[in-house]
């Protein structure tokens, strides 16, 4: 099993920065596909980006552009570094992580079998 820490999450005005990390232990941090989910208040959970094993990225069009996702092998850290956010990105982001997972399946949640806590974001207009 893997156990997911996020970090990061806080509260800035519309236009700034905010930078999650997700230290990851438990077995073989290589051999993890992971990605970053989010939930707004009464939304359902949506991708925001995925990482392959290999280090693909792929990202939800409305965050492509502005959020960039990455992988430290020396860490086990997944970084998620946010860039003019606006409120519409307000939302509990999450951690997620598969060891068995194919990559096209980077996008489902149901893909997933490891959860981070979750780590709030807010931004305000």
């Known amino acids: 099993q893997v156990q997911l820490v996020e970090s990061g999450g806080g509260l800035v005005q519309a236009g700034g920065s905010l930078r999650l990390s997700c230290a990851a232990t438990?077995?073989?941090?290589?051999?993890?596909?992971m990605a970053w989910f989010r939930q707004a208040p009464e939304k359902g959970r949506e991708f925001v980006a995925g990482?392959?094993?290999?280090?693909?990225?792929f990202y939800a069009d409305s965050v492509k552009g502005r959020f960039t996702i990455s992988r430290d092998s020396r860490r086990n850290t997944l970084d998620l570094q946010m860039n003019s956010l606006t409120p519409e990105d307000t939302a509990v982001y999450y951690c997620?992580?598969?060891?068995?997972?194919?990559?096209?399946?980077?996008?489902?949640?149901?893909?997933?079998?490891?959860w981070g806590q979750g780590t709030q974001v807010t931004i305000s207009s």
């Open positions: 990482i392959g094993r290999s280090g693909g990225t």
């Open positions: 438990g077995g073989a941090f290589s051999g993890l596909m």
């Open positions: 997620a992580a598969s060891r068995s997972a194919i990559l096209s399946s980077i996008r489902r949640d149901e893909a997933y079998n490891n």
